[in-house]
């Protein structure tokens, strides 16, 4: 009986690990967009090189800002998703 409810212990703690990792894999790439989006808008360019008018460069701030907004959401469930220092690095 302690054997059945330690090895589900063990498959739920390591169904959680799963979906934790699973989570700052999904915050890095989020990340990863936001910077494209912000240094799109910054430099006035697209990562090509080709010059964007002043609609895009505004539409890819709302849109680098709503991604942020996002990735806050997705930190505040799951009991906060751990950022790692490779992703903070990348957060401007």
């Known amino acids: 009986m302690k054997l059945a409810k330690a ?3 063990g498959a739920a703690g390591a169904q959680k690990r799963e979906i934790i990792k699973n989570l700052n ?3 890095f790439l989020i ?8 240094d799109s808008a ?5 990562p090509s090189g080709i010059a964007i008018d002043r609609t895009t460069v505004d ?6 800002n709503i991604l942020a907004e996002s990735l806050d959401q997705l930190r505040g469930s799951e ?7 490779q992703t903070m690095a990348l957060h401007r």
Request: glycine share 4%; hydrophobic share 45%.
């Open 7 to 9: 090895g589900k212990a």
């Open 25 to 27: 894999s999904i915050a």
């Open 31 to 38: 990340l990863v967009a936001i910077n494209v989006l912000r």
């Open 42 to 46: 910054e430099y006035q360019k697209m």
């Open 59 to 64: 539409l890819n701030t709302d849109a680098a």
């Open 79 to 85: 009991h906060q998703v751990p950022a790692s220092n």
